[in-house]
C-alpha cells in the first residue's frame, strides 16, 4: 500500500476493485466502514459478483472478470474529458509535461506499441523514452559480446513543455491513448451499461469538481487484479488515475493492494522472488562481470526538465548493496573483491513460480524444497505440477499437516499401479506453526510488527529455520573443496 | 530471531559521524536508519528498506503504543513501518507547490518557514531541507522526481501506457483491436499438459475463483472449526444458467475447463447476473479454493476433490510472473 489501513477512515470516495475486503479482510473492513460512518465517503464496488462489500456499497458495478483495464481506462477518458483532473498536480508532480521520442507509437492501430519483435514475442524498448533536451535522442550504448544491445539511458536533461500542449509530451499521448476507452467501448468489453458505467465514473471523479482539491479518493484492490495476465498493467491504470485527479501521497488516498497473507508484504521486501534481493534491489545477471558493473546498471541518474529538481534517492544503491553484501558475506566481503560479488547468484533467465514448475516438468529441475506452501494447490493447474512431481527425484516438505504437495503421489485419478510407478523420494519435515515462533510480520500498510512465540512446537517439530541452517551448513561442508572465487 | 532483524536493520563496522549534525555513532552500534549506510564497507545491513527497525533504541516492532496525536491513524510508535517509520508514501505530494497542505483539515506533512525544513505529523518523505522554489519532485524513487503516467524504457515489459488484452481464455476477440486480442508478449507454454480453452471448443462460461471468511487457503481444511463452518466446496451459478441446465441448489455440478475438472454442488445465485459482452450473453460463475484431497473431510473418504487449481492456465503476468487465476472458460454441466 501507498498508504494504509487505519489511514482510510481519512478518504472521501472509495473504488474497491478486485477484492472483497468485507469478507476476506474483515478486520481491515472497519476504516472503509469509519470513512463512511464519519465522513459520509462513498463506496463504489467493481466486481464480478454482488458480495458483502458491494452489500454496503453507495454504488455496484457487475464487470465482466479480466475486463478491469477498460474499465479504468474508461475512467481516464472520463475524467479528461470531463476536465475532473488535477491541473497543478500533474503538471508539477508527474512526467504529464515531459516530450517523448517522436518514434514511439501508441497501440491504437494495430494493438501493439512500437519495436515489437513478432519472433521473440518481445518488444524492443528503445523508443519508449524521452527525448533530450534541444532534440536530442540518447546516446546509444554498445553491445557486449554474446549479449543483446542494452537499452539507451534515460536523458540526463528531458524536453518538457510545461503547458501540457505539445502533442508528443505524456499528457497529450495519454489523451489520445484513451480516447478510444469511450462508454460504449467501456460496455462492449466489461459488460456495465454505458448509463451505469457514467453514474460511477461521475461519482469517482467528483472530488475533483471544479477544480477543487481538498478532496481524496482512494484505490483498494487485492489479487482479483494481480491474478491475469496483464495484472500489473491494471494496477498501472489504477495509478494513473490516481496521478491525473491528484490522490497519491495524500491521506485517504493512494493505491492500495490487500495482502492476503499476514507476512505476503514482508516475503516480497525480503527478495522472495526470483528477481530481487532484499530491499527491492535488481539482482545481477551473467552480463554484470564485476561489481561496479552490476552497480552501474542498476544505480539510476537523474531525468528531468533543467529548471526542475530531482532527488534520485536510488542513487545510493551503492550503498545498500555493499552493506548487504557485507551482511551476506562479513569479512569475505572487500573492496578488493567488489564485496564478494561473485558469490551472488547472477541469474540468467526467468525462475518465477509457473516456469520453475515447467522446468520440472520437463525433467531440468531434480527437486524441490517445499516450505509454507502448497506448491500443488496454488497451482496454476495442478495436474501439470502433479505430473512435474512424479518426474522429480526428491521433494522435501516442512509442513504443519500433510496436504497436498506431500501426498501429490495420491491425487485423485492416480491409480494404485500408476502409484507405484512415482519414483520420487519424499521427505515430511515437522515444522513450526505461526504461533510456534516468534519474528516480525510486515502487513500491507507496510508496518512491521513483532509478535512472541505463544507456544511451544510439538513433538519433533521445527523451526525452519533450524532446518535451513542445516542445509546451509551441509551444503558448506560439501563446497569447501570447491575453489574460492577469484577477486576482481 | 531477534537477532535476524537486528542484522536486517544494520550496524556500524567502523565509528562512524554524519557530516551535517556531527552525531557519531561507534562501531557496533546499530544504524539509526538507511541514511548512515556507507558504500565504503563501513555498515553492513541485510535490507536498506529495514533499516531503522531495530535501532539502539531497542526492536521498534515490538512497540504497541497506540496514541495519535494528529488523530489522522498516524499511530507513529506503533510498531514501525519501512520507509523509515513514514504511514503514507510519497507525503510530499500532499502539499501544493508552496509546501501548504492541499487541504488543511487533514495536515500531514508541511514546509516549515520558521525551521526551513519539511516537518509534519507523519515522517516527511522528502529532502528534509529542500525549499518548495527548488521545485524538487515528490516522487523521490523515481529518477524524474516525479510520478510516472508514461513507464519509459525497462520499467514494463507490454507497454508505457496500458492497453485492454483479453485474457488469455475470453469469450470474444478483443473489440478495441481483434488482430490482437491477447498481450502480446505473454508467452504460452508448450507441454501436453498446457492446452487452452476456446469458445469454439465448447468452453463459453467466464469463471473466476474466491476466497471465503470461513476459511483460509488450503489450510483450515485440517481445523475442525473451519470444516464444521463450511464442510464442503460448492459452485455459485446464475439462476438463469441453471434454469438453462435444470439445476437446483443443492446438485451436483460439474465444472470442466480444457485441463480438467471440478465437481461440487451447485450454489444458485442472483448475486451473479448473466452479462452482455459486445453483443453476446455470456455467463459467470465462481467458486471457492479452499478444499483439495487432504483434510478433515476429505480424510473422512467424503468424496476425494480435485484442486481448484486443476481448472487454470498456465500464464502469467510479464512482468510480476503472477499466474492468470482468475477469468478462465470453462463448459458447465449437470454431474
Known amino acids: ?488 | 530471531m531477534a537477532e535476524v532483524l537486528k542484522e536486517i536493520n544494520g550496524k556500524a563496522l567502523a565509528d562512524l559521524e554524519d557530516p551535517a549534525t556531527k552525531q557519531q555513532i561507534k562501531a557496533g552500534q546499530q544504524v539509526p536508519g538507511f541514511a548512515w549506510l556507507k558504500d565504503d564497507g563501513t555498515t553492513l545491513c541485510g535490507n536498506w528498506i529495514y533499516s531503522g527497525v531495530f535501532t539502539e533504541a531497542g526492536n521498534l516492532s515490538a512497540r504497541r503504543d497506540p496514541t495519535d496525536p494528529s488523530g489522522m491513524g498516524v499511530h507513529p510508535a506503533w510498531g514501525w513501518s519501512w520507509p523509515a517509520n513514514r504511514r503514507v508514501l510519497y507525503n510530499r505530494a500532499s502539499c501544493d507547490l508552496d509546501g501548504k497542505p492541499w487541504d488543511p483539515s487533514r495536515k500531514q506533512v508541511w514546509w516549515s518557514e520558521a525551521t526551513q525544513k519539511w516537518v509534519g505529523n507523519d515522517v516527511p518523505d522528502f529532502k528534509a531541507d529542500s525549499k518548495p522554489k527548488d521545485h524538487m519532485g515528490p516522487f523521490i524513487m523515481n529518477p524524474e522526481g516525479v510520478g510516472r503516467i508514461f513507464g519509459p524504457l525497462a520499467a514494463f515489459a507490454d507497454g508505457p501506457f496500458p492497453e485492454f488484452y483479453e485474457p488469455t481464455e475470453s469469450p470474444i476477440d478483443n473489440p478495441l483491436h481483434p488482430q490482437q486480442t491477447h498481450n502480446p508478449v505473454v508467452k504460452r507454454f508448450k507441454t501436453p499438459d498446457d492446452k487452452y480453452g476456446t469458445p469454439k471448443d465448447g468452453y463459453t462460461v467466464v469463471c473466476t475463483t474466491y476466497r471465503m471468511t470461513e476459511h483460509y487457503h488450503y489450510w483450515t481444511k485440517n481445523n475442525p472449526m473451519n470444516v464444521q463452518l463450511v464442510p464442503e466446496p460448492f459452485i455459485e451459478i446464475p439462476a438463469e444458467l441453471a434454469n438453462d441446465l435444470g439445476v437446483r441448489g443443492g446438485e451436483k455440478i460439474k465444472v470442466s475447463s480444457i485441463r480438467g475438472e471440478y465437481i461440487a454442488k451447485a450454489m444458485v445465485t442472483k448475486r451473479i447476473k448473466p452479462m452482455m459482452i459486445d453483443g453476446k450473453k455470456v455467463y459467470q460463475i465462481g467458486f471457492q479454493i479452499h478444499q483439495g484431497f487432504r483434510g478433515i473431510a476429505e480424510d473422512e473418504g467424503k468424496d476425494a476433490r480435485t484442486l481448484a487449481n486443476t481448472l487454470t492456465p498456465t500464464v502469467y503476468d510479464p512482468n510480476a510472473f503472477t499466474p492468470e487465476f482468475k477469468g478462465f472458460l470453462v463448459k458447465v454441466e449437470r454431474a
Open chain 1, 1 to 488: 500500500m501507498t498508504n494504509g489501513w487505519v489511514d482510510m477512515k481519512n478518504t472521501d470516495m472509495m473504488l474497491i476493485m478486485g477484492g472483497n475486503p468485507a469478507e476476506n479482510h474483515p478486520c481491515g473492513f472497519k476504516w472503509p466502514v469509519e470513512a463512511k460512518r464519519t465522513r459520509n465517503a462513498k463506496m463504489i464496488v467493481v466486481d464480478p459478483r454482488f458480495t458483502r462489500t458491494a452489500a454496503v456499497a453507495d454504488m455496484f458495478c457487475q464487470i465482466r472478470a479480466g475486463s478491469d483495464i477498460a474499465f479504468l481506462g474508461g475512467l481516464i477518458h472520463y475524467a479528461l474529458e470531463n476536465n475532473r483532473i488535477a491541473k497543478d498536480y500533474l503538471a508539477h508532480y508527474t512526467n504529464a509535461g515531459f516530450i517523448v521520442e517522436k518514434d514511439f507509437k501508441l497501440p491504437d492501430v494495430d494493438g501493439l506499441f512500437s519495436g515489437f519483435d513478432a519472433e521473440k514475442q518481445t518488444y524492443n524498448r528503445a523508443s519508449w523514452n524521452y527525448q533530450g533536451a534541444g532534440g536530442k535522442a540518447p546516446a546509444p550504448t554498445e553491445a557486449k559480446p554474446g549479449m543483446p544491445p542494452p537499452l539507451p539511458p534515460l536523458p540526463g536533461t528531458v524536453d518538457f513543455d510545461p503547458t501540457l500542449q505539445n502533442p508528443n509530451c505524456v499528457f497529450q499521448l495519454l489523451k489520445k491513448q484513451y480516447s478510444r476507452y469511450t462508454p460504449e467501448m467501456v460496455e462492449r468489453i466489461t459488460g456495465i451499461p454505458k448509463e451505469q458505467f457514467l453514474k460511477a465514473a461521475d461519482l469517482y471523479t467528483s472530488v475533483r469538481k471544479d477544480g477543487d482539491m481538498k478532496k481524496v479518493s482512494t484505490i483498494i484492490y487485492a489479487v482479483g487484479w494481480t491474478h491475469h495476465s496483464f495484472g500489473t498493467q491494471i494496477i498501472r491504470t489504477a495509478a494513473i488515475v490516481q496521478l491525473l485527479l491528484g490522490n497519491v501521497g495524500r491521506a485517504g488516498g493512494g493505491v492500495n493492494a490487500l495482502r492476503g497473507h499476514s507476512n505476503i508484504q514482508g516475503a516480497t521486501d525480503m527478495a522472495g522472488l526470483f528477481d530481487s534481493l532484499p530491499g527491492y534491489l535488481k539482482v545481477p545477471t551473467p552480463a554484470d562481470a564485476s561489481f561496479a558493473d552490476w552497480m552501474k546498471r542498476i544505480t539510476p541518474t537523474s531525468s528531468k526538465p533543467a529548471v526542475w529538481d530531482s532527488f534520485n534517492y536510488n542513487g545510493n544503491t551503492p550503498k545498500f548493496a555493499v552493506s548487504m553484501l557485507k551482511a551476506f558475506y562479513g569479512d569475505a566481503a572487500t573492496k578488493q573483491n567488489g564485496w564478494a560479488f561473485d558469490y551472488l547468484p547472477k541469474v540468467d533467465r526467468n525462475y518465477s513460480w509457473v516456469q520453475m514448475w515447467d522446468d520440472m516438468y520437463r525433467g531440468t529441475l531434480k527437486g524441490m524444497l517445499a516450505f509454507g506452501m502448497n506448491g500443488v494447490a496454488i497451482g496454476p493447474n495442478s495436474k501439470k505440477n502433479i505430473d512435474a512431481l512424479k518426474k522429480a527425484d526428491f521433494l522435501v516438505v516442512g509442513e504443519i499437516y500433510p496436504n497436498e504437495t506431500s501426498d501429490f503421489w495420491r491425487a485423485p485419478g492416480i491409480s494404485t499401479d500408476e502409484m507405484k510407478q512415482i519414483q520420487t523420494t519424499v521427505y515430511n519435515l515437522p515444522c513450526a506453526g505461526f504461533a510456534e515462533k516468534d519474528g516480525s510480520m510486515t502487513n500491507s500498510a507496510r508496518w512491521v510488527l513483532w509478535k512472541n512465540t505463544a507456544v511451544p512446537t510439538p513433538g519433533d517439530a521445527r523451526l525452519w529455520l533450524r532446518f535451513s541452517r542445516k542445509f546451509v551448513s551441509s551444503t558448506k561442508k560439501k563446497a569447501a573443496s570447491s575453489p574460492i572465487p577469484s577477486s576482481t
